[in-house]
């Protein structure tokens, strides 16, 4: 069975070992979470003089942006069509405007700080593989073209297939995420300045100052920026307003088969997104999507078998695969992300969410607008983003994904269990049993040892299912995920699912 693991931009990047929040630290902002957005908005804000706390509540680069495929591009699929119709010829042009301003601050920040992190020029490619997407891919060239952004209409491409039309747009760029964001996370400390790690942050209360609570004390700060992916407080109630999306990568190195030279997405489905990576001088060829709302599938194996199927199709002289990871993002359901206040009346409480797995540019365009907002300097792009915007409310994805969300929360707590007795499972395995009577989420670790947990999620009550690809319990309403036994790893829940106790064997 495949299985996922460590992203290849984890295995072939450092360890970082900063310290836990203690009790009494002051600052001018603290950024809670460390992913591209809070890195990114913690070296704007200390660059500019503020004094920042960047926290993680483990390491930091460790969540989506750790296992992301990391396209440095503001061509983002055929999103443009959909936020013209959204937003209007406007909408879709500062989309473009800050997107690829987003991807010329990496640049700068790669160039400047003389950064090491594989940062190349690459062409990005949207392609129609079938003649009905053809119609498509011509109507968002044309929107793209009127936002300003460098594409044309093309009919073939460096692929080893052929595409029936594809987008092409220029001098965009792909990376290694975690090179960087550690070199750029490393020059924040001092001054002031501070990167904490291994502190969960329980709770945020808006005030002057603002009060960041952990286990191990607390923080005051005059703004903070909530930077956590989903913002785990839930009074925005963003988790109704955005939908978490899985998707799945292998890598193998390219060994015979030919560079593809650009970055690429089909216009279809299931999704094909292709890059090469590197590790020194070995070049690897990566083949993610798949794609599904987390929750929803149950054989996640079989998604790193079809990429695998593909890759081995197309790139036959390419090596076996030495990578298979997978990771979240959420989507916004008009694809424009929310950056703002947390709500209306929250002035220095501030969030960014939903990049609809755009987000090393969109995070980036979080973490300048948000910056410019602390700083007291006016931003022509926030208006677009804004957070407090009412305006997916009542769109059909918006009303789906929310009814979805209420039906998994009655009809899983009456679904038949997986297994009849957790005698049934194998090491790494893990299925719902009943057990006396009560439905329970049972895990058998490598080492043979029983974990029993309730498979009611802490967010908000849903019932948890077992996805054995990443081997974790994964929350079909919100997107909150648990290890195999019980501890929250990501998502908006912040407690671990209930142990139980099974009965004695004898
Ligand atoms: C499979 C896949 C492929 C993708 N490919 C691309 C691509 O090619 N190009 C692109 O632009 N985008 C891509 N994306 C999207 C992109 O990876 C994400 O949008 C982006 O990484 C999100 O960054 P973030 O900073 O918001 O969140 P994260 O990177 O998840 O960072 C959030 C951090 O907050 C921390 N945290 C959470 N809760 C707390 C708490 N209570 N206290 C303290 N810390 C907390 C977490 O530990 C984590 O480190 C992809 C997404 C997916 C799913
Ligand atoms: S993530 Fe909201 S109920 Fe589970």
């Known amino acids: 069975m495949s299985q996922g693991g460590p992203s290849f931009w984890i295995e072939t990047s450092p360890d970082t070992d900063y310290p836990a929040l203690p009790d009494g630290v002051s600052v001018d902002v603290a950024v809670v979470g460390a992913g591209i957005t809070g890195v990114t908005a913690a070296v704007l804000l200390k660059r500019a003089g503020k004094t920042v706390a960047l926290i993680d509540s483990k390491q930091i680069v460790r969540g989506a942006t750790g296992y992301t495929t990391a396209k440095v591009t503001a061509g983002h699929g055929l999103s443009y069509t959909k936020i013209k119709d959204s937003f209007g010829a406007d909408g ?23 950064i090491d992190c594989d940062f190349e020029r690459r062409a990005n490619y949207a392609y129609a593989e079938g003649a009905e997407q053809v119609a498509q891919v011509k109507e968002e060239v044309e929107v793209e073209k009127a936002a300003g952004l460098p594409v044309s209409m093309v009919t073939e491409t460096p692929l080893p297939f052929e595409v029936k039309a594809a987008l092409r747009m220029e001098n965009q760029a792909q990376f290694h995420p975690r090179k960087y964001l550690l070199a750029l996370a490393a020059t924040i400390s001092g001054d002031g300045s501070h990167v904490f790690e291994g502190s969960p942050v329980t709770h945020v209360k808006h005030g002057d100052p603002c009060e960041v609570q952990t286990e191990g004390g607390v923080l005051r700060a005059r703004d903070v920026i909530l930077a956590t992916h989903l913002p785990f407080l839930d009074r925005g109630l963003f988790f109704t307003r955005a939908y978490p999306h899985r998707s799945y990568a292998v890598a193998a190195p390219l060994g015979s088969a030919a560079d593809p030279e650009g970055m690429y997405i089909n216009a279809g489905t299931p999704t094909r997104s292709i890059r090469t990576l590197r590790d020194g001088d070995d070049v690897y060829l990566q083949v993610g999507g798949n794609g599904h709302k987390t929750g929803d599938e149950e054989e996640t194996p079989k998604k790193y078998d079809e990429l695998e199927e593909f890759l081995r199709e197309h790139w ?22 929310y950056i703002g206040q947390l709500r209306r009346g929250s002035e220095h409480l501030l969030v960014a969410t939903a990049y609809s797995k755009w987000g090393m540019t969109n995070g980036t365009v979080a973490a300048m607008i948000l910056s410019d907002r602390i700083l007291g300097r006016e931003n022509a792009w926030a208006g677009l983003y804004d957070s407090k915007r009412l305006k997916p409310l009542g769109t059909k994805s918006f009303l789906k994904e929310n009814a979805s969300a209420g039906l998994h929360f009655f009809s899983d707590r009456l679904a038949r269990s997986d297994r009849s007795s957790v005698d049934d499972l194998k090491p790494g395995e893990g299925g719902l049993i009943r057990v006396r009577g009560r439905k329970t989420a049972v895990y058998r670790d490598e080492q043979g040892t029983l974990h029993a947990m309730s498979p009611v999620c802490q967010h908000l009550y849903c019932v948890v299912g077992w996805n054995p690809a990443e081997r974790s319990w994964d929350c079909p309403c919100h997107g909150s995920r648990y290890a195999g036994d019980g501890r929250a790893i990501q998502g908006p829940t912040r407690k671990d699912l209930k142990p139980r106790k099974l009965p004695d064997p004898s």
């Open 316 to 337: 036959p002289g390419a090596g076996e695969v030495r990578y298979r990871w997978s990771t979240q993002d959420y989507m916004a359901h008009d694809k424009v992300p």
């Open 92 to 114: 879709a042009r500062i989309y473009a405007e800050s997107n690829l301003a987003a991807l010329e601050r990496i640049a700068q920040f790669v160039e400047e700080d003389g």
